[in-house]
């Protein structure tokens, strides 16, 4: 049996973001006003520290930018949850191709963990019983 599982973002974690977006929008706006101010009050002898706070608020904004796109393509993923939740899980159990070989096989390892002593008799038949009762 194979398993396909897929989280995305619930109803609480897309509210975060938008709050994340607009503190994200306003710090840029924040940081753009700053470095201007900053680069433009330094003396133009000093090119030297004036490109380097250029530099440094130019990944300023482009970290900014980062973290929009992502909290973007986060409150888009998430567009179609209604849950108000963190996280929405969902596991979807798939079998590939419902095989006899596999049922064997699994008898198989049991014995052998039986043999091995990880697992008690107990267990051991409540399992075994469980594999058989399975659909063939």
Not at 35 to 43: E, F, K
Not at 66 to 74: G, P, Q, S, T, V
Not at 99 to 123: C, I, T, W
Request: glycine share 8%; hydrophobic share 50%; aromatic share 8%.
């Amino acid at each position: 049996m194979e398993n396909r599982t897929e989280v995305r973002a619930g109803a609480t974690t897309v509210q975060a973001a938008r709050v994340g977006v607009w503190v994200i929008s306003g710090l840029m706006l924040f940081g753009v006003a700053f470095g201007v101010v900053a680069v433009l009050d330094i003396p133009d002898s000093e090119w030297g520290l004036r490109i380097l706070t250029a530099l440094f608020f130019l990944l300023f904004l482009a970290t900014g930018c980062a973290i929009l796109i992502h909290y973007r393509r986060l409150i888009k993923a998430a567009s179609a949850t209604s849950a108000d939740t963190l996280a929405v899980l969902e596991v979807e159990a798939t079998d590939p191709g419902g095989e006899k070989g596999d049922f064997a096989e699994r008898l198989r390892r049991l014995e052998g963990l039986k043999a091995e002593g990880l697992v008690s008799e107990q267990e051991y038949h409540e399992k075994r019983q469980a594999i058989l009762r399975e659909k063939w």
